[in-house]
Nanobody, 124 residues
Framework: QVQVVESGGGLVQAGGSLRLSCAAS????????MGWFRQAPGKEREFVAG????????NYADSVKGRFTISRDNAKNTVYLQIFSLKPEDTAVYYC?????????????????WGQGTQVTVSS
């Protein structure tokens, strides 16, 4: 079992930046591929970014490429999502998830462990 806890959300103005963190605990001796997802009000949860076990491979949704950067510090069991140039349409609850595979995938069903989410609100 792995537990993941997100933090770093908040209220920011459009054009601002945020760094979200996802701390993993539990069976962290096994490296997990990690993903960030988001869910806006009235919309389905969607993939945002993912990173493999080593941090050497990343993948991004087209809508966030160039503005979002995912990274990880395995020594700290923490994954980060750096968000630049925030837009009102980035407003959502951001979730971190883990899967034991080594390939970054976008499908929600492939992730076994989920956090409770952190709210990001972008004002115009």
């Amino acid at each position: 079992q792995v537990q993941v806890v997100e933090s770093g959300g908040g209220l920011v103005q459009a054009g601002g930046s945020l760094r979200l963190s996802c701390a993993a605990s539990g069976r962290t001796s096994i490296r997990y591929t990690m993903g960030w997802f988001r869910q806006a009000p009235g919309k389905e949860r969607e993939f945002v970014a993912g990173i493999d076990q080593s941090g050497g491979s990343t993948n991004y949704a087209d809508s966030v490429k160039g503005r979002f950067t995912i990274s990880r510090d395995n020594a700290k069991n923490t994954v980060y999502l750096q968000i630049f140039s925030l837009k009102p349409e980035d407003t959502a609850v951001y979730y971190c998830a883990a899967r034991p595979g080594s390939v970054v995938v976008a499908a929600l069903r492939e992730y076994d462990y989920w956090g409770q989410g952190t709210q990001v609100t972008v004002s115009s």
